[in-house]
């Protein structure tokens, strides 16, 4: 379902150099070899994971999606999985109903039948509780009438019982006293942990009332919820399930209008009973659809180890090989229908390889790959213009290049220290050293390839803070917070004194140094160059940068999980990666709406009151109001220019080179390779 609107990568990354095989050219063996960078192997939605597993995604699931995308990021019905368009009918509540009639003849990749079960089970099993408590991060349903409900495992007195309430507790002493000195956390003898009055904290298990605190009865007492019983999935009263082939989609009036409509019933489909087993059914009456005969507490966990690393049962053009040595080699679905215009792909196998960023072009030209997408850096792209046997396509990145920020941990959680940081970072230099001057800065949340940037360019130049490098103006924003001190942790910060020494830092008033630790990827040109700016100009304005460098799991780990860890365990406050921007822009999903923070879908942890209510205005607009839309999007990007959850570094445009053998190679802003596959075929 392409309703998220970001997924982060490591830009510009290098990595270990693998075999190149037989060095036969693609069109010779059958095979389309693809450059890539490393991935992670998560092969399903769900897990933080980077545009390179994407790429794999898309090939082996998001083909079959009720409603797709064309190249210019417009919503269509998909025409080679539905019989016809969908209906819509509006009840007297305001609910919106989309009905969806499939096409008989849909196979997965074993040849066995496509049903409505399969779109049902997959949306039964991600809006889940079961799923959530597998880790897994995913909207999808959440706009569906019963969605809260369901989503939260609560059930009527008929369906469920009392759930017992489960208390936040620490067992660990260590981490106990860490916290009471770090956070001044207080717990009781047993390790739970006591909020302002001395209760105990609930976790789960308890009504809430209308501000989201705990409800309590006349006593005082929690307030116990109704819960599933043992066994039961619950049921989702926004699914019907018509006939083996039809089903509905619901829409809570609440939720509507959307300025994104069909991206609340764009629905793909996973293998029920290759999944769940030859017991799953799908259940429907009046009050909902249910997964019956299989436990989800057992079946989530089975998908999250080995289907989320080997979807051996897909729906898309391509299926599985094998993933191993940092390749993932690909073959032809023979019973893949086609994209949504109806076209198959003719292209027998692909080849993903991981490659090292240093060599991938020098690769490219000698016939070693035959795709590489994503270039920026000024070097490569003059040497394959040289280069009579490759073609390029060239097009303005839909995203930009950053600096994400945790914004809950340590001194970041101050926007003013997070202005300073964008302030130290010479984002002229960073675009100079490692995009040749093939680049330009960017001040918010936004790429240049987006409609709603192209109305509002001049006024985002004339009224964005730009943040141009300026160590009197970072010392500007760090005296108003608390690292306004020398070592004493009394005697007020000198900035003169910091001009010429590398050891004359900041402090707050505990003594506590202003220390910032970054994380980038090993053989990385931007890590590289946010190196250099950072550890040159941060002490200048009292700041203690440090970095180090991991491999990209690492990356992904620290930036994704960090909110699940204590304060104890966690280090980085800053990494260097990029956002990739989907046609459907809506931070609410993915990367700033305070309720996610802490998950995947909000990595930064951001929670700003003023962004929340102008993500909101800007999702509960009609898809006709564009202008409401584009002048709600300026000042979403105002406001983030003031917070800055993360430091925008730059935008560019994307050169994608290839053999110039291969035919209908053509990407853009808003189609990746991967998405226009069937449309590539090899000169004959």
Sequence with gaps: MKKLLTL??????????VGCGSGDSGEESGTLRVASQEMNGDFIEGFGNSSYDLEVKNLLHNYYTTYDTDAEGAFVWNQSILKEEPSTEVDEAGNKTYTFKLAEDLKWSD?????ADDFIFNLLLIASDEWVAQLAADSTGDALLGYEKYHKGLATE?????????????????????????????????????????????????????????????????IPVLTEAEGKNGVFQGVKKIDDYTFSLTIDASQLPYFYEESYVALYPKPMKHLAGEDAEIVSSDAG???????????????????????????????????????????????????????????????????????DMDQLIAGEVDVLTGVVEGEKIEK??????????????????????????????????????????????????????????????????????QENKARVEEELNHYDYSIANANAELDTTEWKYE???????DASKAED?????????????????????????????????????????GIKFTIERTDFAGLLENYYNGAAKPDSQRKYHTFNMATGFTPVYDPYYSSYYSGFSGTSLNATNTEDEVLDDLMMKMRSLDPSQKDEYSELWFQFQKRFNEIVPVIPVYANQYFD????????????????????????????
């Design 8 to 17: 982060f990568a490591v830009g510009v990354m290098g990595l270990s150099l």
């Design 111 to 115: 040849g066995s039948d496509m049903t």
């Design 158 to 222: 008929e369906e469920g019982g009392i759930n017992n309430i489960v208390y936040k507790q620490e067992t660990d002493p260590d981490l106990r006293a860490a916290n009471e000195a770090e956070n001044g956390t207080v717990y009781d003898d047993e390790g739970y942990e006591l909020d302002s009055n001395g209760k105990r904290i609930p976790v789960t298990g308890y009504l809430e009332d209308e501000n989201g605190l705990p409800a309590v009865d006349a006593d005082g007492n929690f």
């Design 289 to 359: 659809c249910e997964l019956v005969g299989v436990d989800l507490s057992e079946i989530a966990p089975q998908i999250k180890s080995g289907y989320r690393k080997n979807p051996d049962v897909v729906s898309g053009p391509y299926k599985l090989v094998s993933f191993k040595n940092k390749q993932v080699k690909l073959t032809l679905n023979e019973y893949f229908k086609g994209d949504y215009k109806g076209d198959k792909p003719v292209i027998e196998n692909i080849l993903i390889k991981t490659v090292n960023a240093t060599t």
């Design 384 to 453: 394959a213009r040289e280069t009579d046997s490759l073609k390029e396509q060239t097009y303005d990145r839909n995203g930009y290049g950053n600096m994400p920020i945790h914004n809950d941990f340590g001194p970041t959680k101050d926007p003013a220290v997070r202005r300073a940081l964008n302030y130290v970072l010479e984002k002229d230099e960073v675009i100079k050293n490692v995009l040749g001057g093939y680049g330009s800065t960017v001040y918010a949340d936004y790429g240049v390839a987006q409609w709603m940037y």
């Design 487 to 493: 070592a004493d942790g009394v005697t007020p910060f």
């Design 501 to 541: 020494a590398t050891d004359y830092f900041r402090y707050n008033a505990n003594g506590e140094v202003l220390q910032i630790n970054h994380l980038g990827t090993e053989d990385n040109t931007v890590t590289d160059a946010i190196e250099t700016s950072m550890m040159k100009n941060c002490p200048k304005a």
């Design 657 to 684: 080179f290839y053999n110039a053998k291969l035919k209908g190679f053509n990407t853009g802003p808003m189609a990746s390779w991967s998405e226009i596959v069937c449309d590539l075929s090899w000169e004959e």
